[in-house]
Every structure is written in structure tokens, then in C-alpha cells.
């Protein structure tokens, strides 16, 4: 675990450009699964790369068939689905047990995609939409939009509509900002958030805690990673461990409501201390 946790934090000091982003999540999934065996996941990811690449001729640069060849190359070669059973099952949030399954969460089977696309050198990005992550895609004609846990379903505005009528209820519309971009980092913070929930929502607060540290070795500039970190020592009576978070808290976020009541607790555990 020292190792994969070494190599989080070589990623957390990278540009995001540079993160590359399967192995980056392999990385956080060794952490989660010490016993799997990564370097198979690792050398799934090359046979993806490689069979793209063969692909790259047929697909053109039109986006939407670019779209069509990853799907055939993920989905229909490779089997990847959704998991549409079993959806909360923890595995499939870690991309070592997804790539052994073959199914997972869309987010996490979306940085499939992206691996696949930057390999070749086709503009791609995660698509923050609210309760379903998405991926676009670029090349000639419009931007292809892609939903991966449905094996890579173009999504027209019709489609979208519904989505997001499905998860926030039926007088939801399509409005500024559901589209927008994610970084390679935001992905994987996608990605472990699903971890997090899960593990708080069984009342885990130490697992969530040692989920959100390792978030914060590949994205140690999120102030709010910090303040929920300091929060879960502060509950776990680690007076020490949430004294620093929230100094990290404050000293990227100094003004605000926020930060003035990080401050007054950080008065509070001095006090506790002395």
C-alpha cells in the first residue's frame, strides 16, 4: 500500500496534463484491493491502447465515429457494460476489479475511454453532469456526447433531457453548466467520491477518512478535501491530524464563512491540547 500511496503522490504534484489518468486510478484502486493484481490491469490498459490505435484509420476524425470505434473496441470487443445489478457494489468504483469483471460505474469505466482516446490523440473529456458522469468527445462536426455505461450511447439534447429529469426529478431542465469539462484530477475525484459516499452511508468514518487522504495525495490544492478531512479527525477525536487539515483548509482558503469557522475550531483543539 506504501507503494501505491507513493505513487498517488507523485501524482498529486503533476500538472493535471500530465496525470495519466488509467494509471492513475489503478494506483488508487491498489490501495483499495492490495491483493489484485495490478500489473495485469496495468497491461489491460496497453491491449486498450493497441487496439485503438488499430482502429484509428477506419474511425477518421469525425467525432461521432471516433465514438463508435471506441465502443466497439470497449464495449463490443471487450465486453465492458454498466453495472445495472448490483450498482453500488464497491468494486465497481475500483478499476483493478472493473477491469476483472468487466462492468462498473460509469465514471470509472469512463476513464477506460479516456485512456483509450488520449492514446491516440483524440480530445476527450469527463462531462460533470449530475448524477451520471458522461464523456465528450471531439473531432470534426459537433462534439460527441457519450453515455459509456450504456455501452456508448450518443447523446443527443432529447437524451439529456431526460437524464437529467431521471435524477433530479420531472420538472428538471437542461441549463447552463451541466456540461461542463472535467480535469483529468476532477475524474479521479469523481471516481474515489463514489467510495467516500458509500463508505460514509454505512457509518465507515474511518474508512471515508483514509479514502478522502488518499484524494488528497492526487489533489493536495482542494481546500474542501482538506475541511472534510478535518472534519472526519475532529469526529474521530485525531485532535493532532485535524489540527494540521484544517491549517491546509485555511491556508488555501483564508477568507470566507468557511474559513472564519475552521479558525474557531482550530482554537477549540489548541485549547484541548494545552
Known amino acids: 500500500m506504501s507503494d501505491a500511496q507513493a505513487a498517488l503522490e507523485a501524482i498529486g504534484a503533476l500538472p493535471d496534463v500530465e496525470i495519466d489518468i488509467g494509471a492513475a486510478a489503478i494506483q488508487?484502486?491498489?490501495?483499495?484491493?492490495?491483493?489484485?493484481?495490478?500489473?495485469?490491469?496495468?497491461?489491460?490498459?496497453?491491449?486498450?491502447?493497441?487496439g485503438i490505435a488499430a482502429r484509428v484509420a477506419t474511425a477518421?476524425?469525425?467525432?461521432?465515429?471516433?465514438?463508435?470505434?471506441l465502443a466497439d473496441l470497449i464495449a463490443g470487443h471487450h465486453g465492458y457494460r454498466g453495472d445495472t445489478v448490483a450498482y453500488d457494489d464497491p468494486a465497481n468504483a475500483n478499476l483493478i476489479?472493473?477491469?476483472e469483471r468487466r462492468k462498473g460505474l460509469p465514471v470509472a469505466l469512463g476513464i477506460l475511454w479516456l485512456h483509450c482516446a488520449r492514446a491516440v490523440d483524440w480530445p476527450a473529456h469527463g462531462i460533470d453532469f449530475p448524477g451520471h458522469f458522461l464523456l465528450g468527445?471531439?473531432?470534426?462536426?459537433?462534439?460527441a456526447v457519450?453515455?459509456?455505461?450504456?455501452?456508448?450511447?450518443?447523446?443527443?439534447?432529447?437524451?439529456?433531457?431526460?437524464?437529467i429529469k431521471a435524477v433530479e426529478g420531472p420538472e428538471a431542465e437542461l441549463r447552463p453548466g451541466l456540461m461542463r469539462p472535467m480535469s483529468a484530477r476532477g475524474v479521479l475525484l469523481r471516481l474515489q467520491n463514489n467510495i467516500n459516499l458509500r463508505r460514509l452511508r454505512v457509518q465507515d468514518l474511518a474508512g471515508a477518512l483514509a479514502c478522502t487522504e488518499d484524494m488528497l495525495r492526487i489533489a493536495p490544492g482542494e481546500a474542501g478535501l482538506w475541511r472534510e478531512a478535518a472534519l472526519m479527525n475532529q469526529r474521530l477525536d485525531r485532535v493532532t491530524a485535524a489540527l494540521h487539515c484544517f491549517d491546509r483548509f485555511v491556508a488555501l482558503m483564508p477568507s470566507g464563512e468557511a474559513a472564519a469557522r475552521a479558525r474557531a475550531a482550530i482554537d477549540e483543539l489548541r485549547a484541548r491540547l494545552h
Do not use: C, K, Y
Open 97 to 99: 476489479r472493473v477491469i
Open 60 to 69: 477518421g476524425a469525425n467525432a461521432a465515429d471516433r465514438g463508435a470505434a
Open 137 to 143: 468527445l471531439g473531432g470534426t462536426g459537433s462534439q
Open 146 to 163: 457519450i453515455d459509456v455505461f450504456a455501452g456508448g450511447a450518443a447523446m443527443d439534447a432529447r437524451g439529456l433531457r431526460g437524464l
Open 28 to 50: 488508487l484502486a491498489r490501495v483499495d484491493a492490495p491483493e489484485a493484481d495490478w500489473r495485469d490491469a496495468m497491461a489491460h490498459l496497453s491491449v486498450l491502447a493497441r
